[in-house]
């Protein structure tokens, strides 16, 4: 082989690396953004169902008040009805 052809075989697999390199390269940063979202969305979601959670117990802290009121009333009204006969 001539200096030329060797020059030829290293500047083609040069070029090979450069090649393959540049798409793996920009392959590898999209998987690492995707990973860091990933997590944002998992600390998201785990505020989300805590949020959730809280929201879900003052509902049945509210709903808990207003069946002992509903409960009050109705007791109140049966003994109004059976004054009034």
Request: proline share 1%; glycine share 4%.
């Amino acid at each position: 082989m001539t200096e030329w052809e060797v020059f030829g075989v290293i500047v083609a697999l040069t070029a090979f690396a450069i090649s393959i390199g540049t798409p793996i390269i920009k392959l590898n940063t999209s998987i690492t953004r995707l990973i860091d979202r990933l997590n944002m969305l998992d600390e998201g979601m785990d505020e989300l169902t805590e949020k959730n959670h809280k929201s879900h117990e003052r509902i049945w802290v509210h709903n808990e008040e207003q069946d002992n009121k509903l409960n009050d009333h109705e007791t109140r009204i049966t003994i109004l009805e059976k004054k009034e006969e």
